[in-house]
């Protein structure tokens, strides 16, 4: 651990004295954080040119650190991309999915039967390999019956949900979400746990962050690795602010919620310096899918120059803010062109604690340490699933979608609108459109906005098309795809009595069990 000081401080509300370590920035079992924000956009942040100033922690984290503006989740929804953070996996080849439909979004609502696949190894079970001691905060959102919830899956802790903090609801047709404090049910949102509709004040990104400091604490006093999962959920619709923050952004509701998370990022870094343990903590930063823009605009963020968002597989859906800070490790002040996705955080995270990935499936994150510590880029292609289908695929610059769509025109007649005052004729269209035959070609470099396809009589289209294909074709040479996962739903598996609800007294009466194929009309 090297040399060891004492040293007192008061955080919050505690007052605590600890040893602080300062080791060596190579040490082998680095500390890791994964700071995963909900709906929150590429376009969201300062240092991406958000003019209303409401991340300077943020901004700091990337002047500290290193901004990638070229980073991807795996699935334009929820639920898919925190099962592909977790697995390293694409959500086609680890179940979360659904084959109801073609090229449907599937989650993980409370009345989904599935969850996470047992045949799957989630990134905390390696980690135990190296004793990590892991803790989950926020949503889990990979399933909420009990044997799909997080301490079934590898983490040691968790305080949080396992759905969206949707509701309230009565309780008699609907129950409203449970929160956990480990396997135990302590309460329910809008109950226990309030979320002011009219006024949308809560404490709870504050509880979140009291939880992810007081895990960092008792770690460091423990001399343990430690991954801390902080997945908070207040920009995700309805968006939530507790009092200090309500009414201060230029945006609303959305930008007090925003305003809050970057606070809470500040004083979770600020905690790792004054701990002493910043120099041996790999902190990343992103969101899990693009802004909802279908919320706004007074529930939603934005995706900057790039189309679209939320639930689709335009740049907006997938594109995300992301940020790596190491002291001593991540050089500061650097701009990193890798093209990443969150199923990197998988393998990079594997490495840093000087494991391997396993060899017996296919792995889709890649290593990220050359790109992190010596801003060395490696070329990889990127893949846009929408559910069973693959939408789209980018390989250096160029971006061709083989099939297109927004949302059905029934679902946008009722006001659902994916890409609001940004129709592409052609593109966003409302009809599956496929064009496998002749893809839509972008250059995301001269057009991010992907309003521009590139001319199919010229000799960039001709020259880009024989590239991609050779890669869509090795694609769907080594693909299986797993199981899926999200097919049921059944009205009985709600969370009517989780796990704790005796002691509570908060058991509520099933209705009887009458499965059915979810229905997922995106």
């Known amino acids: 651990m090297g040399v060891q000081r004492i040293t007192c401080v008061s955080v919050l509300l505690w007052a605590v004295c600890f040893p602080t370590a300062t080791s060596s920035p190579g040490g082998s079992t680095p500390n890791i954080i994964i700071m995963l924000m909900d709906d929150m956009g590429w376009g969201d942040l300062g240092v991406f040119g958000q003019p209303a100033m409401e991340t300077p922690n943020l901004d700091l984290m990337a002047s500290q650190g290193m901004l ?38 599937a989650y993980t609502p409370q009345e989904i039967v599935g969850g996470i696949s047992k045949d799957e190894i989630l990134l905390p079970q390696i980690l135990k390999k190296k004793g990590y001691v892991s803790k989950i905060v926020g949503k889990w ?33 609907r129950p409203n979400i449970p929160l956990y404090n480990n396997s135990q049910m302590i309460g329910r949102y809008y109950e226990e746990f309030e979320i002011n509709e009219k006024t949308g004040e809560s404490n709870l990104t504050q509880i979140y962050l009291e939880e992810g400091l007081n895990f960092i604490r008792h770690q460091t006093m423990a001399r343990q690795p430690f991954f801390l999962y902080w997945a908070v959920d207040a920009t995700h619709a309805p968006v939530y602010a507790s009092r200090r923050f309500l009414g201060k952004s230029q945006r609303g509701r959305y930008g007090d919620a925003v305003m809050e998370l970057d606070y809470s990022v500040g004083q979770i870094l600020s905690w790792l310096v004054t701990l002493g343990i910043d120099k041996n903590t790999f902190v ?9 823009l279908t919320s706004g605009p007074h529930q939603s963020g934005s995706n900057g120059p790039f189309l679209c968002g939320k639930e689709t597989t335009f740049e907006g859906g997938m594109r995300e803010p992301a940020i790596a800070w190491w002291p001593g490790r991540i050089p500061a002040g650097t701009v990193s062109s890798q093209v990443g996705t969150v199923m990197d ?26 790109a992190l510590f010596n801003n060395t880029l490696t070329d990889r292609p990127v893949f846009y699933y929408r559910g069973n289908q693959m939408m789209a ?35 966003t269209t409302h009809t599956q459109q496929e064009h496998t035959m002749q893809p839509l070609i972008f250059h995301l470099g001269r057009d991010p906005g992907e309003k521009y396809p590139i001319s199919v009589l010229s000799e960039e289209y001709q020259a880009v098309l ?14 299986i795809p797993g199981q899926p ?30 499965p059915w194929k979810c229905d997922w009309p995106h």
């Not at 990343?284 to 909802?292: E, H, L, Q, V």
Request: with cysteine; hydrophobic share 35%.
């Open 68 to 105: 990638l503006p070229n980073f991807y989740t795996a699935n334009p929804l929820c639920s898919p991309s925190r099962a592909a953070l977790l697995t390293g996996r694409l959500p086609i080849r680890n179940g979360f999915y659904t084959t109801n439909a073609h090229a449907r979004n």
């Open 141 to 173: 959102h990979l399933g909420h019956r009990e044997q799909f919830l997080p301490l079934k899956q590898g983490f040691d802790q968790w305080f949080g949900a396992p759905n969206c903090h949707f509701g309230p609801y009565n309780n008699t047709y």
């Open 284 to 292: 990343f930063f992103t969101s899990d899918n693009g802004a909802a």
């Open 345 to 370: 955080l998988f393998t990079t995270s594997l490495a840093l604690a000087g494991l391997i990935a396993p060899d017996d499936r296919v792995i889709d994150g890649l290593d990220l340490r050359p």
């Open 393 to 427: 695929v980018r390989v250096g610059l160029y971006k061709a979608h083989y099939w297109t769509w927004s949302n059905s025109w029934e679902e946008f007649k009722k006001g659902i609108n994916f890409c609001p005052g940004q129709e592409v004729a052609g593109v």
């Open 466 to 479: 024989r590239r991609v294909t050779s890669v869509v074709e090795q694609h769907q040479k080594t693909l």
């Open 485 to 514: 996962q999200l097919n049921m739903c059944d009205l009985a598996v709600m969370n009517w009595s989780p796990p704790g609800c005796e002691r509570l007294g908060k058991c509520l009466k099933p209705p009887p069990s009458q």
